[in-house]
């Protein structure tokens, strides 16, 4: 995993400060885009990658290039991903980075709506008739229209800070002494885009923008609590809240990306096995990890009661099935085979005396070479008995099995392809099918008394 990189054709600008893995991400964003269908409702939200290492404020390209530092989140320090998925069945739509505050001033939108509906309306480019659902980081009035006028979407959002236009101070002072369960519903119209603003009291006053959705009742919201009884023993109970249907909409949809985190780093936890101080490589363990999550969700929603019912049951039997994948061994056994043809194709049996190249004898695909278990035999060079499994191309015949063995070039401190080239005496071994020890030990000893060793495979 060390020598992995995720943009080895450079086809990013030397300039981008994540170009080791914007290619990757922009590939992945792409897949999913094609490959997945939704459903009407869509949700947005961040997502973190876990990173304690190098930051890259401080050593420049070996580290992080933007450390986002989020109080609020289980593991709140590292990479921030602003994320987008389907909010029916969780499975994730796009990623994007969260980059460095002069980065994102440059992104499309930030100039004329701001960072909060900006980053919505890149989202929801390509999407029509949907619903989105935001919480209070991208929720605003201005986004509500802007989803609606724009992009033809819906929109629904917890807000909190983003209050301009919105009556959120009316609100709180209408449901301040209300008991659990009120709620208040206000309507107006914006730039041609009706808006409904909605409070409900449950422990604290929580306040939602909306352009979709009615004033009804919808399920109650269970809570689950526990207490300690008189006797000592723990008691666990349920009580319910009345909860308007808007509401309950909202968060149906709302907590899909929080629930995708936690089936990625709670229980697949590639970030905490896969140690690295490569922050390029922490990102490809939490992007790989996001699609292991999206294939076990996926399977969910095609097969309900499908066998593999729990994530790590489904997990263990990926890993197993990509370790033998039989697709993929055909597709490798069949380019082994071309490549092979196509260079035995190209070796000269009657060489030049200076064209020595050196071939591999693990690509020779024969059935006597690819059954033995080891393919290294000894140098062919007299003096050499260093194993090696790999053989002059020009001074060996294929079609009879007789190799001649060679030093590699890298091998530390031989240089017996050096030597042949220069027409020292040599000989070559003859690969025959696998015989017993007592035999081969046998054929060893009276081939060591010749001068030209050969010995059987």
């Excluded at 890149?122 to 605003?140: H, K, P, Q, V």
Aim: charged share 25%; aromatic share 8%.
């Amino acid at each position: 995993m060390k020598y992995l990189e995720l943009n080895p054709t450079g086809t990013v600008e030397e300039s981008d400060n994540w170009k080791k893995v914007r290619p990757f991400l922009t590939a992945v964003n792409t897949n999913w885009r094609q490959r997945i269908h939704l459903g009407t409702e869509l949700c947005i939200d961040e997502a973190m990658c876990h990173w304690h290492g190098k930051n890259g404020l401080y050593y420049g390209e070996d580290g992080l290039p933007h450390v986002t530092k989020i109080k609020r989140k289980p593991r709140g320090i590292g990479l921030e991903l602003k994320a987008h998925c389907c909010g029916e069945s969780g499975l994730m739509l796009r990623l994007e980075l969260q980059e460095s505050k002069e980065a994102m001033a440059t992104k499309e939108y930030v100039q004329d709506y701001g960072a909060g509906t900006a980053c919505v309306a890149r989202m929801l480019t390509g999407y029509r008739g949907y619903i989105e659902n935001g919480d209070s980081a991208f929720s605003s009035v201005k986004t509500a229209v802007f989803a609606k006028k724009e992009r033809g979407c819906g929109y629904r959002g917890a807000v909190k800070t983003a209050t301009k236009m919105y009556p959120k101070a009316y609100i709180n002072r209408k449901l301040k002494d209300s008991p659990r369960g009120s709620s208040i519903y206000l309507t107006a119209v914006h730039d041609g885009v009706k808006l409904i603003a909605t409070g409900w009291k449950e422990k604290n006053v929580k306040c939602f923008i909306s352009t979709v959705g009615v004033s009804s009742d919808g399920p109650d919201s269970i809570k689950k609590r526990a207490r300690v009884n008189d006797d000592g023993q723990v008691e666990y109970y349920t009580y319910n809240v009345k909860r308007p249907l808007l509401v309950h909409d909202y968060f149906e949809a709302a907590g899909k990306i929080d629930v995708h985190d936690h089936l990625r780093q709670g229980g697949l936890q590639l970030e905490n096995f896969y140690r690295t101080q490569r922050w390029y490589h922490r990102c490809f363990s939490t992007l790989l990890g996001m699609i292991e999550t999206n294939a076990f969700l996926g399977y969910k929603l095609e097969n309900p009661k499908g066998e593999y019912e729990s994530h790590t049951d489904f997990t263990n039997q990926l890993a197993y099935e990509l370790i033998h994948n039989p697709y993929v061994e055909e597709q490798i056994a069949v380019q082994l085979r071309s490549a092979s043809q196509r260079a035995f194709n190209q070796v000269d049996v009657n060489p030049s005396k200076n064209e020595h190249t050196l071939q591999s004898l693990s690509n020779v695909q024969d059935p006597k070479i690819q059954a033995l278990n080891d393919r290294r035999r000894e140098c062919s060079l007299k003096g050499c008995k260093r194993k090696t499994a790999y053989y002059c191309a020009q001074c060996s015949d294929r079609n009879s099995l007789r190799f001649f063995m060679i030093c590699s070039t890298t091998a530390k401190g031989k240089t017996c392809h050096v030597d042949h080239t220069n027409e020292v005496e040599t000989t070559t071994v003859e690969v025959q099918p696998t015989r017993n020890r007592a035999t081969s030990r046998s054929n060893s000893r009276s081939n060591s008394r010749s001068r030209s060793r050969s010995r059987n495979i």
